[in-house]
């Protein structure tokens, strides 16, 4: 879903928009944190470039790992943390008050001042080759619009990994080369994508237009090149109209000699760093810094000021610490609210925070005692006790959970954030009309909280109000489409209510988002086989069974499924793990002892039913099963009484008395059996079976004409059953009328 914010709106009632900024393919929002008090810039792609691809969103997040990951550094934008808004990632950034570099070299401000220039040349060579340092294997998109400029004059380098996620997921295992096709006319600063090619085209290397998976650090070299003799001059080397003209400037043409004036050892670098073999540019980042520094040196007669290490700001540790474990890493997380507690260790919110990240690892204690900490700091505000009320949830201790919430609370009522954790408890305490109700008020603040609809709809769901459930749920994925919770339990009513093709996307969509999810595959794999997939039915079932081997009833459905595809032993052995999962669920004992009686293993059938009888002593099912084992074993008299005891527990089920009706006319009880056929065929007139079983009973009552009456009914539900015909017709042989006898035979014959 598209957002369309403008000036003024607040992302979540926690961010105000100051500033919308639109690029070739990203937006940014420039923001106003009103919790920390703080400005950031807020980058996304457009919709229309994501599109719903679920595999560039989590390349998104696994991009900006590393970013996150990176420590403030003079040079390189602080990426803080990513989060899904409206289905679309963001990564939420330090605001930079200078603007890009590209306003600066339109102003003439680093052509006037090589000395300056070459300040913030430098200053990129150290931002990158930092960046490098720690993991970040190119940027692919090295241009003046990717160097902001800081409130100091420092050059910040950004939107690392960003053009990596554009490229197609098989373009890394593609050896070929590729000609890219010419899109038309983009401008020279956007962004382009065209197969496998990727990058701006005027400061791509040549290598980038022919496979973007094989470019590397000297890409950025080139692209650096290209940037260096546009600050140096105020205008490109080269003008290109499409993308193959820029394509042929880069491969043919030469960057052109510098103003005179300019030094020529800085010549001499700029031609090596744009040489158009990749092996013939400087090894790396640092050779371009040395040299770069050795001209400062001899144009101004004084080496490059030093720079002192950049003050880190405890915020700034704890707000990367809060991206690193929404990106669950809280391993990577951990040391940052260290950190940030070792600078500020009366900060409240990084002890909460980091009593979050110690839950996540296992070290409960740990956190309950951080938790605290950022009580005892600030007992006062609500977030610091809803906080430790999430977490007494998770470790199960609901009574002390339950009076955290309420004092958050009532600290807090106004505040909807803390709201969340009590409906949490109240609905894990089966009080879920309160659960609801909490929601409800915190909705009345604030009504764009999805976290809110998807608890509240739990609840309802709980309740077994369904339709106002998926209401809730609607709501909650108007907000955020992403929401995995809110997708599954909407998929899981539409299952139960037999909606299946409709439950369907709704799997997928939580299934994109957390692929652990047994639930989601167990639904989805109902859903299928609903639709009549079986082959992916089973698919599913064996994912959520890989995922969650304790799972009866994936068992139970996984071992229907391989019936239905007639792999019998496999189905068996599905049948004794969802047996083994729960020795007393109804429907995996009903299963097994089904599958022992298909592969005709009647001792550990019977076994398996009496057990289920033990437990549901009327059930008709079961019954009806072990009078079915008891004829295969020519036990007659006793599947009798099993199947009266079946009819007797579910008077309507035309089965039974069709199985009863076929026990006694094996006894010889003849008129009694008809009986039963006749109460089969009153509740199921559909079924061909009762009606050919009443045929043979009359036939054996020498009632040939009336069991012709019959066998007609049989054929006129099933005309291509051969066994009714091949019985038609001996019924006619018996009456004299031999021609139409032979024509049924023939009839069974085909």
């Not at 550094?73 to 590209?102: C, Q, R, W």
């Not at 290397?205 to 140096?232: C, H, K, N, T, W």
Request: charged share 25%; glycine share 6%; hydrophobic share 40%.
């Amino acid at each position: 879903m598209p957002v369309h914010w403008k000036v003024g709106d607040r992302i979540e009632d926690h961010w105000e928009i100051l500033e919308v900024l639109q690029g070739g393919m990203g937006s940014v929002y420039i923001v106003f944190d009103h919790e920390w008090r703080k400005k950031l810039a807020a980058k996304t792609f457009q919709h229309e470039v994501l599109g719903d691809d679920p595999s560039i969103k989590q390349r998104f997040r696994g991009e900006a790992l590393t970013w996150i990951g990176l420590d403030p550094h003079p040079n390189i934008v602080t990426a803080l943390f990513v989060k899904n808004i409206g289905s679309m990632p963001f990564i939420f950034l330090e605001y930079e008050a200078g603007g890009d570099l590209s306003s600066w070299i339109k102003s003439s401000k680093t052509s006037r001042s090589l000395p300056w220039a070459l300040q913030l040349a430098v200053g990129f060579c150290d931002g990158i080759n930092y960046a490098y340092s720690k993991g970040i294997k190119a940027h692919r998109d090295i241009k003046p619009g990717n160097c902001l400029i800081s409130e100091t004059g420092e050059l910040k380098v950004t939107d690392f990994g960003i053009a990596s996620l554009l490229m197609p997921d098989d373009s890394a295992s593609s050896g070929h080369r590729q000609r890219p096709a010419s899109p038309g006319h983009p401008r020279a600063g956007r962004l382009t994508q065209v197969g496998s090619l990727l990058g701006t085209a005027p400061y791509m290397a040549p290598e980038q237009f022919f496979d973007a998976s094989l470019v590397d650090a000297r890409a950025d070299i080139y692209s650096f090149g290209i940037m260096l003799f546009e600050m140096l001059t105020g205008r490109l080397p080269f003008a290109g109209r499409d993308l193959e003209e820029w394509m042929n400037c880069h491969l043919r043409m030469r960057v052109p000699s510098l103003d005179k004036g300019l030094p020529k050892d800085l010549h001499a670098l700029i031609q090596e760093c744009t040489a158009k073999a990749a092996d013939k540019r400087p090894a790396n980042f640092q050779v371009v810094r040395d040299r770069l520094a050795h001209v400062y040196a001899t144009v101004t007669g004084k080496e490059l000021p030093v720079r002192q290490a950049p003050l880190v700001h405890p915020w700034q540790l704890m707000r990367k610490g809060i991206g690193l474990a929404q990106l669950g890493k809280p391993d990577a997380a951990l040391p940052f609210f260290e950190r940030s507690l070792g600078l500020d260790p009366n900060n409240a919110a990084a002890w909460l925070n980091k009593s979050y990240v110690l839950r996540s690892l296992g070290r409960d204690e740990e956190a309950l005692g951080s938790a605290d900490r950022a009580i005892d700091l600030d007992p006062q505000r609500g977030k610091n006790w809803a906080g430790k009320a999430a977490l007494l949830t998770e470790l199960g201790r609901h009574s002390e959970a339950l009076s955290c919430a309420d004092l958050a609370t009532s600290l807090a009522p106004d505040d909807w954030s803390v709201w969340p954790a009590k409906a949490h408890i109240l609905k894990t305490l089966h009080r879920n009309e309160e659960a609801v109700t909490a929601c409800c008020h915190a909705l009345s603040i604030y009504p764009n909280a999805e976290v809110l609809w998807t608890l509240k709809g739990e609840a309802l769901h709980a309740l077994q109000n369904y339709d106002e459930a998926l209401s809730c749920f609607d709501s909650a994925l108007e907000i955020e489409p992403a929401d995995s919770t809110a997708n599954l339990f909407k998929g899981s009513i539409l299952v139960d209510q037999r909606r299946y093709e409709q439950a369907i996307p709704f799997l997928d969509r939580c299934l994109e988002v957390d692929p652990g999810s047994s639930k989601a595959w167990f639904c989805k794999g109902i859903a299928l086989g609903g639709v009549g997939s079986t082959q992916q039915e089973v698919y599913c079932l064996r994912r959520c069974v890989e995922i969650n081997p304790n799972q009866s009833q994936a068992w139970h459905n996984l071992s229907c499924a391989l019936n239905e595809q007639g792999q019998l032993d496999e189905a068996l052995s599905c049948s004794r793990r969802a047996v083994a999962a729960d020795p007393n669920d109804v429907k995996a004992l009903l299963g097994l002892s089904m599958n022992l009686h298909d592969l005709s293993q009647p001792d550990e059938s019977l076994l398996q039913v009496d057990r289920l009888l033990q437990l549901v002593p009327g059930d008709s099912k079961a019954w009806n099963l072990k009078g079915a084992v008891l004829m295969a074993v020519d036990q007659v008299e006793a599947a009798v009484d099993c199947f009266q005891r079946a009819v007797r527990a579910e008077e309507a089920w035309p089965l039974a008395w069709s199985n009863l009706g076929v026990a006694l006319k094996r006894t010889g009880q003849i008129d009694k059996a008809i009986e039963c056929f006749d109460a089969a065929i009153r509740l199921d007139p559909s079924d061909r079976s009762p009606w050919m079983s009443k045929a043979d009973a009359l036939s054996m009552l020498g009632r040939n004409a009336d069991a012709l009456v019959c066998c007609d009914q049989a054929l006129k539900i099933d005309s291509s059953w051969a066994a009714a015909w091949r019985f038609k017709g001996n019924c006619l042989a018996v009456l004299g009328r031999a021609r139409e006898a032979q024509a049924c035979f023939q009839l069974a014959a085909k």
